[in-house]
């Protein structure tokens, strides 16, 4: 998230977790998740309102079960774990590590309560700090920085999922009082072009990443050109008054079978009021703003708008490159689906041992989306970072970006 | 409930609601609620582990909702809602007052939370307190009547719904350590016999019933007889060793297709252990007691088991006639299925205005169950009480008493 | 069906099978499926166009299945079955008989071809014909009757069903030129009135009588008038333009839910053409006749329709007692739902052996339907006849008659 | 299909349509259909066995629908449509042309019959020769061919289909006797190596594409080696034996979910004999062949096997590097599945019209395939061909063929 955006809270940001000792980064990522889950009642933590949402309080435990099972119970000798049964109750699908609780059950668990969790997370937050106090060999210190990533990502599907949680009562209870406003101007884009060539792409291995993001390596582009900003909410109600939403030439297949099944005739969230449009947001309802991005869109409809607007959504590889040498504010408001399938790269291999499991299996029916958003942590990501969803996905902070062929 | 009979925990008794005047049986049945919620965590209360089970906080607010609804704002001038939506999300199925939240998203609603809910149901108490220190017309108090028998009804409600939630949790939490222990000797049944011919059933119309009891009117019985017990946990055990849910010629059709399709294999809540049973209760998990009745049981496993022993189960007209001239001490461990499905008496008509939708409309598709169980509060019961679930439910407090021809 | 009745078509009429001897009966039963088999191709005769509906050439496979199986091989010396897996493929339900092909997987059969069956049926009548051509024991004569009785309900069903599977077909194929008419004369409704007290119902034993009509015994009604008349077409126009499908105050609970989520707003098979309604019948497409009696409803709609009107249906008890007393013209049009669930007569015992398995098992979820309809074969109905089907079904030739207490 | 290759059956086999002229090859192409059909009885022909199958008949008439929609009606003055409900009733997808019979419900349709089909074709044909017999402009004869290529693609998912059908019936009937067998030596793959660089993949448009094979484009290679022969079923019993199927740490996450849902142990139409294998074909059930390529997988089941193996699948634009560099026959057993989602080329424009339709939408939630199989009509395919399928589809004809990075 670029240094002068807007973030979620003001209250609730962090300093970056790359800075500073591993120490000091370890107690900021844990003290914000325990932020976040802050303004959110027992009950509020224990609801899923579909098999995708996990609630907050299954996210607090899953965190730390992360590090209970791949740092303490491997490395710390003495390590009593806080409970037999946590080790399958907060599985969330790493088969080496056995059996787990089923995914979409995981709201039927009342128990453990919000106060256990706590204390589950302290008692594993006292076992990490024992161990950071010694000298560690660097396979390790890697995987607390992995776990420390694993818990910035669930920082963002903890905000994604209560979200969606609030919104499937008819309430419409807020998260919080401030909501995030977006940046953007709402003028008419302007287009970055690049000529085309053998590029790379992937990281070069200087600071953290995750394994998807490598090896890095050359791909051969075609002249393109990218748009300098993401697709407004003004720019999609042209599209829904255009008949956006009941046009099928303007869909890919799956995607119209969707809009009848589902019933979509606006990106997530947004409410009809007479004439104009409302949007749920973690702030509760307020009308749309014309100048923001556009977000809580599926692959589905960002590529339906791309085809009405005459425009492509650019590759992954093309993203990455312009995100490479252009500036990064114009970046972060929202995920941007990308034309890429997500896919291991030319001579990929998933990290050793059961973390394996963290990317590589989920690379099939399944977009790649580069950026971030407002719900993502500060200092989290990077320009070679790939975040994957499946098409239809909405409940994620997504919109998209245009491009084209030059 | 029999005087003699031990009750769920005895601090969660309450005297019969039937004694006293109405303002002492409205607090009492109303507290009662409170208690029995008591032991629940917020997170307890919310989660929903089935579309027919609600969230024991959702029971707190209907019973509320309903004084609220048919009583105070028909009733008491100036009487402000507690809340707008409440008359929505708190409807069960009254069509008449509008439409309602889905049933199956129950355990969707994280708010209001459990303390909300604790000052709705004071704000209506108080309305209530204050209607009823006026003079009413017979029909208010009739309603009002039906109020807390509706409460009652709740209350095994919540018991039944929350052991379902706890079961639905692999750490099989118990809801207090104290279970109730059932009589019941084990020895082998003696039988109850009737010459038959015209007999009267149905509610002669001296104190509260519901609609669906009347009117009172003649029957024909052929000759009878019915066990003097219900059958118990060590009858189940011979079935079961029997190869009882392994023989298609014992089962109806609909019910041999739940066995096969539910993996049926023993009543719910059991836990096969070895070669021995464990049984969950709401005070954890023990051994099965061969002298206790069975519980837990749907209709297709009683009408199974009854063919088994070579027995049938008895009609509701049959129950109803031995009951009322038997002592009642060895009825109402457990609700005891009937062969009889639940349809009008001759010459029904259901209560006049919303409440008429209280009974009648569910007359198709279910069994009467006749009896109570140790879920039941104190006094609730009647001889011609007819309870009713569809013949595959299992969660609620359910046995069978067998029936032969003579 | 009454002697004066319109049939479905006269060519496809047969003697009564009560009338002659067993082989000629056997012979006609037999002609009549493959009679009405005759006007549909291959193609026809192999769709299933939902669960509840079996192809055409099922039903003539599986009725003589029913021969080869109960009757050949037991009692034929030496008889070959025809082929060695139709034990298995047209093996409807009988859990005795073994494992079967799944019930809503018959559609999937192009093989046997229809050339095949019909060389089945003959292979088997072959059989038959030297099996009745010896002295036979009473008990498996009394199979025989059974098998005969077994192959003209199947008669009934394969017209439903084949009337299902060409309204499944956007072009609506007519099965015959020559429709069926109903009479009726849509007069206002005689009532027939009856003081009650105790009566006997259920077959007497004299001629042959499915197992679920006995035992005959008393029961005890009260004072009742029964119409006249079945509710026509006429009637359910007025229940129709009085928003009888947009009130849930008339419909049982599940009733409602079906209303819902089935939308229906009309008898099955009814098409709205403008301000008008046509109907789908087995002669094709063509305008709704007031003067019938309504056809293809539902026990819900039925229960609905008499709750508008005021009335009620009768029982089962009522209407065979009506029946027996009065001219017997005015029955048999159409299926009439009646109150009662389909459950055993006091004393009720099922066949023995594998037939025992032909009623009992299906005694619950079901109403009982008295009387017959117009595809029902001449002679196959009698007053005590206890036809059945789940409340929601609709594709069976059903309407309803009212009652109402006196 | 390479010329040497041997046919499905060598009776059914047709000269090459890219020969000769436009007629004579409209004339062998819709022969053939007729001739792939003519072993199948009517009932064979109407049965759809799960929503991904299209019935036999359907194959025939929809493959006539397109000539006659999109050809006859816009350019033959005076045609006369042969029934005025086919436009709805055999349109397969294409939006722009209107509303359609439900894909699921093609099994329905017992009528038009198979008589009625072979006259469609007839009236269709007959037209199409008219018009064919004049001069026209590119446009249109661009659409002849590419009906033409339409039909021989049904023709494949005609043997597809209907294999599946058979495999639906517990008797497995054979389509022919005289079953094709694959070539296979089954020695040790050797690897063809190819050193990567800037290579040019897609059609250059000589002669008849698709319009998803274009355009033309540059891509950047790695390196790689791809085996000579693709793996065979002797291959695939060592994954087995190996526990293939039961070890997650092979598998995508969402292939491994498939395993256990669909409980897959073996390739589909693989059936289980002690301690062997056998294989149901087209010509009936026989052992499975070691040396025979691997058939009927999912994308999921090749993915694991080559994570097995430790090697991977090649990407589409290698498979057609070497493909365009090796010797011909060593390629056209099976369709090949790719590591390469199906995806746009850059600057791909689809056709114009409704037939834009034919590919583009279906861009998303696919896998290439690359190749060609038994079923393939001779001389359809091409290597810049890109099929495509879903990665749990197991009816068509795919296998796979191992790369590896050097």
Chains 1, 2, 3, 4 share one sequence.
Not at 83 to 88: K, L, M, N
Not at 250 to 262: F, K, M, Q, T, Y
Not at 367 to 381: D, N, Y
Request: glycine letters at 8%; a negative charge; hydrophobic letters at 35%.
């Amino acid at each position: 998230m670029a240094p002068n955006q807007p973030a979620l809270a003001p209250e609730l940001r962090t300093p970056a977790p790359n800075q500073g000792n591993i120490v000091a980064r370890f107690i900021d990522v844990r003290a914000y998740t325990e932020q976040l889950a802050a303004p959110l009642s027992a009950e509020d933590q224990t609801v899923q309102s579909m098999p995708d949402v996990s609630p907050t309080k299954w996210h607090r435990a899953h965190t730390t079960w992360f590090f209970e099972t791949f740092l303490l119970q491997p490395n710390l000798a003495g390590y009593e774990p806080f409970h037999p049964q946590y080790r399958y109750l907060f599985n969330s699908y790493y088969e080496a590590v056995g059996d787990r609780h089923p995914r979409s059950e995981r709201g039927l668990l009342s128990r453990p309560g919000i106060a256990e969790i706590a204390s589950y997370r302290r008692h594993v937050d006292e076992g990490m700090l024992e161990l950071l106090g010694r000298p560690l060999p660097p396979a390790v210190e890697g995987l607390v920085e992995l776990g420390l990533h694993h818990e910035q990502q669930h920082q963002e599907l903890l905000l994604m999922d209560i979200k969606h949680v609030l919104w499937s009562n008819p309430l419409l209870p807020a998260y919080v009082d401030s909501p995030a406003s977006f940046r953007g101007d709402g003028d008419a884009a302007r287009w970055i072009t690049h000529r085309g060539g053998t590029v790379e792409i992937g990281h070069d291995g200087d600071g953290f990443a995750f394994d998807n993001e490598t090896p890095r390596h050359t791909v051969y582009l075609q002249p393109f050109a990218v748009s300098e900003r993401p697709v407004s909410c003004g720019d999609w109600l042209a599209f829904i008054d255009d008949g956006g939403y009941a046009r099928p030439d303007l869909w890919l297949s799956d995607g119209w079978a969707a809009v009848r099944s589902e019933h979509w005739e606006a990106p997530s969230y947004w409410l009809r009021d007479g004439d104009c449009w409302q949007v749920f947001t973690l702030g509760g309802v307020r009308a749309v703003d014309a100048a923001e991005p556009v977000c809580h869109i599926s692959y589905y409809e960002a590529d339906a708008y791309a085809r009405w607007a005459g425009q492509r959504l650019p590759t992954e590889a093309e993203w990455e490159t312009i995100r490479a040498i252009h500036r990064p504010e114009v970046f972060g408001d929202v995920w941007e689906w990308t034309a890429s399938a997500y896919l291991p790269y030319p001579g990929f291999h998933p990290a050793a041992g059961a973390v394996g499991e963290y990317n590589g299996k989920f690379m099939v029916n399944q977009h790649v989306l580069r950026g971030g958003s407002i719900a993502t942590p500060s200092g989290h990501t990077r320009p070679t970072y790939r975040n994957f969803f499946p098409p239809g996905a909405r409940w994620p902070f997504t919109g998209l970006r245009l491009a084209r062929d030059i």
